[in-house]
């Protein structure tokens, strides 16, 4: 390893670190102690012939395990290369380091001043004229640019500490610099009312309300009131009070609405609350089965309504139908929206001619696969042209209540004609009992 460059008379420290070859930790005996006396090494000029070199003398380091150094004095070294050799032995293994170092002579670091300007010691004996010239070393146009600074300092500057008087007029816009005077460099108050000149005060005063200003801002005024309306603004009579009105049935009536609107009845909480009691008395009415003829549902837009309670089992008797006595296969399905696939319907029952116990039945319930085919069916009498439609609780569980979905039933036939036999709308309502078992 080569240990640097120095100059004769400085210091060369050799360094060594010993560690056991089997582990790798610090070189220590049994018995914990260090043993600096078998770290040795000598060092010697590289010449054309080698000599007798020169011992060193290793001592321990900062009392570090297994670290040692020694120094190499340079004072009166030939120039030129030098080795070193640190030998060592490690748990009976016998162990050689080499290194080297360059030492160079300080008269080859002398100066050589013999091509210095001699016109040097002449500098002092420049003319002004000189010295202002950008022919000369001082850079004369440098020169001239720093007079012209030093030339705008006041001819008597006010001691350090002590404030400075400025002359009228002194401070314009053109000598401050773009956003240098900010809030953050104001302290707070101080500027106060004596310290603005009256001609300032009126200045701020005619930019904050012109006549002209105040024109718009009487404008803009009377057009948001027209756009508002002419709310009486007492009491209850204010944007506030018909905002309450139209949200809460415990407001008080604003008198400017006029007409027979009472929030009791009328406003936004009393009609949910009726939407509920009206689910209720859907819920409460007697069962009752379809008996317009399917065919008319069909033809006439309003269709049949269906309504299909959650959590029980539900039945419906679809009649009057026309069913092809060469039926194979009839759906019934509920969707959200028409375009929807089929497997994305709400429900979807199927039945066959003759019957298929591996795929009639549920196929399809809340948009997902149903696993349990049986509990949903129809039950279909061609000649009596009715289809009765049956879900279990187990089923109509996982419902989610909904308005306004629609319903069809289609028939295949062995012909492959398909037929649309009746269509309408169905709800989907819940019950306040959920538990099935």
Avoid at 35 to 45: E, I, W
Avoid at 76 to 98: H, P, Q
Avoid at 184 to 198: F, R
Avoid at 281 to 299: E, G, I, K, M, N
């Amino acid at each position: 390893m080569n240990l640097g460059t120095f100059i004769a008379g400085q210091t060369v420290w050799v360094t060594v670190c010993c560690h056991r070859p089997a582990t790798g930790e610090e070189w220590v005996t049994a018995s914990g102690e260090e043993y600096a006396g078998t770290v040795t090494g000598y060092y010697q000029r590289m010449t054309g012939a080698p000599g007798a070199g020169t011992a060193l003398s290793f001592s321990q380091f900062n009392s570090e395990t297994g670290v040692y150094y020694a120094p190499i004095d340079t004072t009166g070294f030939t120039k030129g290369s030098y080795a070193v050799l640190v030998e060592a032995t490690v748990d009976g293994v016998a162990i050689n380091v080499m290194h080297t170092f360059t030492v160079l002579d300080p008269a080859d670091f002398k100066a050589d001043v013999t091509n210095l300007d001699v016109a040097v010691s002449t500098r002092s004996t420049l003319t002004q004229a000189q010295v202002l010239s950008d022919a000369t070393p001082f850079a004369g146009a440098n020169v001239a640019a720093i007079k012209a600074k030093t030339d705008n300092l006041p001819a008597s500057p006010a001691a350090v500490g002590s404030a400075m008087t400025l002359a009228d007029g002194a401070i314009t816009a053109a000598v401050i610099a773009t956003g240098a005077v900010d809030a953050d460099a104001i302290a707070a108050d101080a500027i106060g009312a004596s310290e603005l000149a009256a001609d300032a005060v009126t200045e701020i005063q005619n930019g904050l309300a012109t006549s002209a200003n105040q024109t718009t801002i009487l404008a803009n005024q009377t057009t948001l009131l027209a756009r508002i309306g002419a709310f009486t603004g007492t009491g209850v009579n204010t944007i506030l009070g018909f905002l309450k009105a139209l949200a809460s049935k415990a407001a008080t009536l604003p008198s400017d609405i006029g007409g027979t609107f009472t929030p009791t009845t009328d406003s936004l909480e009393a009609l949910q609350e009726n939407e509920e009691e009206i689910d209720a008395d859907v819920w409460a009415y007697t069962t009752r089965t379809l008996t317009q003829a399917a065919a008319s549902v069909v033809s006439a837009v309003t269709g049949s309504s269906l309504t299909i309670t959650a959590y029980v089992d539900y039945s419906a008797t679809l009649t009057g139908l026309t069913i092809p006595s060469t039926w194979t296969k009839m759906w019934f399905t509920v969707k959200l929206e028409e375009e929807d696939a089929d497997s994305e319907s709400i429900i979807q029952i199927q039945v066959s001619n003759p019957a298929d116990a591996t795929n009639d039945g549920l196929l399809y319930l809340e948009g997902a696969a149903y696993a349990t085919k049986t509990d949903g069916s129809l039950t279909v009498n061609q000649s009596g042209g009715t289809v009765a439609i049956a879900l279990k609780a187990a089923a109509t569980d996982g419902l989610t209540r909904r308005r306004k979905l629609g319903y069809d039933v289609k028939v295949l036939t062995s012909a492959g004609a398909r037929t649309q036999l009746t269509l309408g709308s169905c709800d989907v309502v819940l019950t306040e009992t959920h538990a099935l078992s």
